[in-house]
């Protein structure tokens, strides 16, 4: 902003100068006075018809905003609910179930200008555990707890998560009230006695906590799509207990990693929203090995970006593709990829690979295009890093990944 001092006199501030000259003027002959006097009465006429025109306006305005208070439809938010800004709110709850494997995965979104919704993802869904491989996306809280959960579905997605929130089965039981509706659309069929039964049947039914959270963590005899269903049918009644507040909303906002603010506003945000959208996420089934072995899932290419694109925009970390990189261990310390790992999922890259380099014993870390067109993504990475040397691979650069990181002793683990 310029210095007042020194703004230049505009036409109009010339203007009124000049008529308070001309206000100490008198006016010396009858004639002057008789028009100066005829000037005055008509100012005084055109002061009286503007002061009642404005006092009508105030009253008509006035009128209308008693209206409005008076017959305005009040809606009560939850309790200390938080209102999800421009940029959009995320929350990661996982339920644990048995060996801590995660069992229900739900990312809830909220923002006021999209539709709310809640992802739900398969715990068997092949995934990049970036830092530790290729695995389960139910085998990140197992393995990294609350931050590996994160990094999982960031990698996979390309999303923000603003908050994650890892409970046990138990926990979860704890904080439902007495008893919610829920209506199944699959029943809960498990084996007994060499046999199958019935445990849950479908249908509308009030549950109490313990056979909900049984609900979220117990696949059955189906497959993991028909767990899904009844995962989005207990969602549901979850997240309507949450829009009244209470300990439900007050346990799953307790974040475990991340931003309070933003997974409770994620929440009620959805919670508040009778036409949020739930669903799972557009996975494929891949071949299972044989007879006893669980069915896998993946994510295809497609099913993120139409995700990214129709659904969270407002999550994306970046604009286009996202680089693809691999790190490999040069330096032989255990745990020495899984921070450059989470530096470079933040920032906006995507794992595809981790995995141990030729050799153990590289003092400097290298960042290698895989091709000149990647020059500037390896540059950029070794901007992140602070450390290593730049190198470009153009005789035969990889295709299935953009930049290769080599971990050498210059990076600590």
Do not use: C
């Not at 767990?227 to 974040?255: H, M, N």
């Not at 400097?364 to 070794?382: N, P, T």
Request: charged share 20%.
């Amino acid at each position: 902003m310029a210095d007042p001092r020194h703004r230049k006199r505009s036409k109009g501030s010339t203007d009124i100068r000049r008529r308070r000259v001309a206000i100490g003027e008198r006016p010396t002959t009858a004639r002057d006075l008789n028009r100066t006097a005829t000037q005055d009465a008509a100012r005084r006429r055109s002061r009286r018809v503007v002061t009642a025109s404005a006092a009508a306006v105030a009253m008509v305005a006035g009128a209308v905003a008693l209206t409005y208070w008076l017959t305005r439809e009040v809606t009560v938010p939850p309790p200390d609910a938080a209102v999800p800004s421009d940029a959009g709110a995320s929350s990661l709850v996982v339920v644990t179930g048995e060996g801590d494997l995660g069992a229900s995965i739900a990312l809830v979104v909220s923002h006021p200008a999209f539709p709310d919704r809640v992802a739900l993802f398969p715990p068997n869904l092949v995934a990049v555990l970036p830092g530790f491989g290729e695995q389960t996306i139910g085998e990140a809280p197992l393995i990294g707890g609350a931050e590996l959960s994160e990094l999982t579905v960031t990698n996979l997605l390309g999303t923000r998560v603003d908050a994650v929130s890892v409970l046990t089965a138990e926990q979860l039981a704890a904080l439902i009230p007495a008893g919610l509706e829920v209506d199944l659309p699959v029943p809960l069929v498990v084996s007994e006695g060499g046999g199958e039964v019935v445990d849950i049947p479908a249908g509308r039914t009030t549950l109490d906590g313990p056979t909900l959270a049984r609900l979220l963590v117990t696949q059955g005899s189906g497959d993991q799509l028909s767990w899904l269903q009844r995962q989005e049918a207990v969602w549901k009644a979850l997240l309507a207990s949450v829009a009244g507040g209470g300990a439900l909303v007050d346990g799953l906002g307790t974040v475990d990693r991340g931003n309070p603010d933003l997974g409770r506003a994620a929440l009620v945000g959805v919670a508040a929203d009778p036409d949020f959208a739930l669903t799972g996420l557009s996975v494929g089934r891949i071949g299972v090995a044989g007879p006893g072995s669980p069915e896998l899932y993946e994510l295809p290419a497609k099913a993120v970006a139409d995700f990214l694109s129709d659904q969270v925009p407002f999550l994306a970390l970046r604009e286009g593709e996202r680089p693809r990189v691999e790190i490999l261990n040069g330096n032989g310390d255990i745990g020495t990829t899984q921070p450059v790992a989470a530096l470079l999922v933040r920032s906006g890259f995507r794992v595809v690979r981790t995995d141990n380099a030729d050799s153990s014993d590289y003092a400097q870390s290298q960042v290698i295009a895989q091709g000149g067109e990647h020059q500037q993504d390896a540059l950029d990475i070794r901007a992140l890093l602070a450390t290593g040397e730049v190198l470009v691979d153009q005789r035969q650069p990889s295709t299935v990944v953009d930049v290769t990181i080599i971990v050498g002793k210059d990076l600590p683990g």
